[in-house]
């Protein structure tokens, strides 16, 4: 399953020391070819980590040969040093992998931020995961990029003759542009990289750029796609774009499942808005205010801060002609009261707002969490 | 104090019902001239209360006489028949008050939005208010102002000759444009409303347009000053001005300090920015980062999460020349590790985060609050 789901590759994940807590901390994902094309998308925070500055001139090259995962450190805000051990990190793979380049080896890292990663621990590590490549690796790497995810994430779509696969982690920091996570998506699917890129971009706008669980976005959110053409098959772009948006909107929603603290997925959907732009901007903006994310938690269908925040928006709309569904009770109409609040039963975890702007055709989901002292208490109470 | 500091005001504050506590929840300021100039801000959300409505209406007289406020229901999204009953308001307080014309009457409302004032309550509510009119009534004005604050908010600057002083309510749903608030300020100067437009206005900018206690924009601010001359002085519009800043950011000061659940207040100052823009935009992404404003309460230095904030914003910086400062401890150089983290000390109330964007000259200050398990209970046990 997971990354391994497809032929073609291999993966490992083991407990390098990098986490204090001796769990698994470093995954290691191998194409085997034939082919090696390869896409990726990475956060927009315009501070990036260094293995994000290091992936993105390795995709450029449209060829990624192997994957370096590591939980346990961001290596985010750490300067020349930070970006010369994602370097050596590669150089690393590229030795112990042999016949690879250190540039075709992407790194990804998550953790905390402004810390340099353990690199005496790191690099034997590879090493170490090397040696463990198995065709059956794929849960193992999904284990070992977990943070403070409570359940490692995989997903796969099996079509006729050849399959897409992925693993995910993030549980905190989850906001479009990417949500922050790292996700590694392998095909045996015979595609060249911009038929990948394609696909990828399609897909992530759709559904990892569309959860919002707490505002915040990443320093080193990255999601690589590689293909290695394995199967033989060359499938039509629509049926393999739909597949790669299956497998992501399955692990987005696995993200939103599993987020810091939640006790509720907030499925906003916004409907007959003038645009789709429009729909994001004001799914956004719900899923990023904290008085209704507090509401949520409390099972309380409280319609008038879904209001308060679509009216700090740009969108087109006349604030007297909105409707809200919160569960599918119309709780407001046309900007005022509607259906009596008491018939809303929210005591179960998915909760679904609907936003009627009343000014067009055009819809969009967000999927966000509710804002819990669980919450509060897993970002204060210790660095992440 | 408060708003009859300045002379020419009488006000009260009373229990009229509207609160099921039976705790004190309508106001009324009276301005007895002889002038009775007056300016007005309001919320910048699209979606807007009935008082809101109606008082911006008002003020385009450039006249107030009197403002009636109430806490205990917001009158927001109440449609048609929330804007008759702030009509109904002005029209009974014009009516007890005598001599005065409903078009001169403001209207201010705060509480629980998406319902309809208990207007049996606040009719005969208005006519009791009026008979306790006093020119020492200004504390009481403050005590019925007052939702989840915990503490009544008053300021005052006095000049020579004359007065600037206020009051104001604001605990929760406090973001820019304005904070959730109410504010009436008052002055015995003898000025135009264009004058007091423009001074209101310069003093809102930099205070109350600069705290952003959790990011929620209300549908209900509204910061009103009055004027009305008795003092028979004229001040220069510099001193006047300073005058009405100092007394905004006092009370904005004190908004901060009494915000919903939060255990921190944040000063966070952007400094070196490009542009006074771009500090201000810097600031409030700072400002509304959840993980930042939980690991403030933790007690955590975690400049990374500022970065990460700082990262989202579209300003002028370059990620590798940020600095910033935790209470004084460049914890972050050059966008990286700064100087130990183990030296910030951070058990006090007042936290502050500099920011310093190495692109020019401009600066800003912006007020921010913690995250804490208290915010969340506050805003999810109860509807608020």
New interface residues.
Partial sequence: MSVTAAQGFTAAGIAAGIKANGNPDLALVVNDGPRHAAAGVFTS????AAPVLWSEQVLKGGAVSAVVLNSGG?N????PQ?FQDTHATAEKAAQVLQGHSAGEIAVASTG?????LPMDKLLPGIEKAATELSAHGGEKAAIAIKTTDTVHKTAVVTKDGWTVGGMAKGA??LAP?LATMLVVLTTDADLDSATLDKALRDATRLTFDRVDS??????NDTVLLLASGASGTTPEYGEFADAVRDVCDDLARQLIGDAEGASKDIRIEVVNAASEDDAVEVGRSIA????LK??I??E?P????V???????KAA?E??R?NVAINDVWV?R????GEDRDLVDMRYREVRITADLAAGSASAVIWAND???D?????????S
Same sequence: chains 1, 2.
């Fill in positions: 925070n315009r501070v990036k961001a985010a805000c750490t300067g930070g905390l931020i402004g810390e340099l905190g920091m542009g707490d505002g915040c976005m990443s320093t990023r205010n904290n008085l507090c509401a938690h409390g309380d409280n319609w008038g801060r209001l308060s925040a679509i009216g700090t928006t709309f604030p007297d909105l407001c046309n900007g005022s009261v804002l819990t002292a919450y509060v208490h897993e970002n204060s109470a210790y660095s």
